[in-house]
T-cell receptor
């Protein structure tokens, strides 16, 4: 089983839709969790951290479920510019080990 | 600030050739790392460094060497290129401690080994 697993998609949604992605992790000792965004043929960039109590940044909401070992990302009112691949990142091993998921591709269409 | 820079952007090597991928950052970050990204595999850590003079292996270190003589530079050496090393290579840097978690990535080097 992979340490971090994501549905690769693609998720094709119309502009204005709400879409959610999940990411599961296998190591129960994982400490910190993040979502990165990667545009086609570009480098990944941090989108948001994921806090235990859940957190929101504009149209984006991240949640953590430690009992079931998954994190989620909800995007409301999707924009064309949200089209990208979303990478889940899990930190273990005292902070030196960052494990990336393979990413979920989102395509927002008119 | 230029952030994290990588050279070259593209490279084609023949099997058995060696080369060095360059990475530099001007943010005074202690932590630097190299990843490779392959379709369906995600980003995998090759080597990392927590400061000048200190390096350690990541998940897929075989066939690669690194050194960190200055805070700014973290070159990745391919000793004898193999087709399996065809990939996109990203260098990243961050602050140490809790600041490590926001990784700043360079634009990547696309390497093809024939």
């Amino acid at each position: 089983r992979k340490e971090v697993e994501q549905d690769p998609g693609p998720f094709n949604v119309p502009e204005g839709a709400t879409v959610a992605f999940n990411c599961t992790y296998s190591n129960s000792a994982s400490q910190s969790f993040f979502w990165y965004r990667q545009d086609c043929r570009k480098e990944p960039k941090l989108l948001m951290s994921v806090y235990s109590s859940g957190n929101e940044d504009g149209r984006f909401t991240a949640q953590l479920n430690r009992a079931s070992q998954y994190i989620s990302l909800l995007i409301r009112d999707s924009k064309l510019s949200d089209s990208a691949t979303y990478l889940c990142v899990v930190i273990t091993g005292g902070g030196n080990k960052l494990t990336f998921g393979t990413g979920t591709q989102l395509k927002v269409e008119l | 600030n230029a952030g994290v820079t990588q050279t070259p952007k593209f490279q084609v090597l023949k099997t058995g050739q060696s080369m060095t991928l360059q990475c530099a950052q001007d943010m005074n970050h202690e932590y630097m790392s190299w990843y490779r990204q392959d379709p369906g595999m995600g980003l995998r850590l090759i080597h990392y460094s927590v400061g000048a003079g200190i390096t350690d292996q990541g998940e897929v270190p075989n066939g690669y060497n690194v050194s960190r003589s200055t805070t700014e530079d973290f070159p990745l050496r391919l000793l004898s290129a193999a087709p399996s090393q065809t990939s996109v290579y990203f260098c990243a840097s961050s602050y140490s401690g809790s600041g490590r978690y926001e990784q700043y990535f360079g634009p990547g080097t696309r390497l093809t080994v024939t």
